[in-house]
């Protein structure tokens, strides 16, 4: 490791100042948190944890010249507004540590409270071994938070889109091998299962066409598939209430995750369609994020 101070070189630079700069670039791209990528990417690059980093930055510790250029460039690619998620391949979902990259929805937060909701009813099921399916898994973030969370649970996760297939199947084999992940459009998703699942979830694509997200971290990496829903956003929601009818038995719960100003349609949907129960929920910023009904 290199002792020289020259501050503009990456050969043994000081540490904290070099993580201070490129949080000032990242701020300066109008990256949100801009610190804490900063920090999450220096820690990525010399494989350490966040504390760690906190600590190697106030002994005043140096960043290796290879480190410190691989460094330079995920910052200057975060900068670009490519997800920090894409850059260090993993997405933090509850308990869980998936990995994401290109062609994959990265998780986010506040799809947490709706696997919550999703596990508190399977919880709640009767039975030694409940029956939960996800519908259009993306990373598998739903289905593996049910799995590992509910573990007497047989958990069955569908997915059609060929890149998302393959993170997904990544990340069953790391966190639940027991678990079903099949490749199969949601709507023809299990017809052997049909009236015998406890629970049915989905965070499905949701965003009406015309509404292009303002995130560029979204609006240019997300697949679209995992986006754009119709002309209201609601055309995947309408099949999933039909397959969930068929899949849930009597009693059974539908949890759907949408966005804020679509708890209302939803709802009506649902009803049009003879479930029960139709309920919105708020997520932890109080917008609407969830929709969950029982099967009649």
Do not use: C
Not at 69 to 96: D, I, M, N, S, W
Not at 200 to 225: G, K, L, M, T
């Amino acid at each position: 490791m290199s002792t020289s101070r020259t501050s503009d070189a990456p050969t043994g630079s000081d540490l904290a100042p070099l993580v201070r700069r490129a949080a000032e670039r990242l701020a300066a791209s109008g990256v949100p948190s801009a610190d804490v990528d900063a920090e999450l990417l220096a820690a990525h690059v010399l494989g350490i944890g966040r504390g760690e980093l906190a600590a190697a930055m106030m002994r005043g510790d140096r960043m290796p010249e290879t480190a410190a250029t691989r460094f330079a460039e995920l910052v200057e690619r975060r900068a670009a507004r490519e997800p920090l998620q894409h850059l260090t391949g993993t997405a933090p979902f509850r308990h869980l540590e998936l990995r994401v990259g290109p062609g994959v929805f990265v998780p986010r937060p506040e799809t947490e409270m709706v696997a919550q909701l999703a596990i508190d009813a399977l919880r709640a099921a009767p039975g030694p071994e409940p029956v939960a399916v996800d519908l259009g898994t993306g990373s598998g973030a739903l289905a593996l938070s049910l799995a590992t969370e509910v573990p007497h649970a047989q958990v069955h996760a569908a997915e059609n889109s060929v890149d998302a297939f393959l993170w997904a199947k990544e990340n069953f084999a790391l966190h639940a091998p027991h678990a079903r992940l099949a490749f199969i459009d949601l709507a023809d998703a299990f017809p052997e299962l049909d009236g015998t699942v406890s629970v049915v979830v989905s965070n499905p694509p949701y965003v009406p066409d015309d509404a292009i997200p303002r995130d560029p971290e979204v609006r240019f990496w997300d697949p679209p598939a995992a986006l754009y829903g119709g002309p209201d956003g609601l055309d995947v929601v309408r099949v999933l209430s039909h397959v969930a009818l068929r899949l849930l038995h009597p009693g059974g719960t539908l949890v759907i995750e949408h966005g804020e100003w679509q708890g209302p349609g939803i709802r009506d949907l649902l009803t049009a369609d003879g479930w029960r129960g139709a309920a919105t929920h708020r997520d932890l910023t109080a917008r609407d994020r969830a929709t969950t009904a029982l099967r009649p």
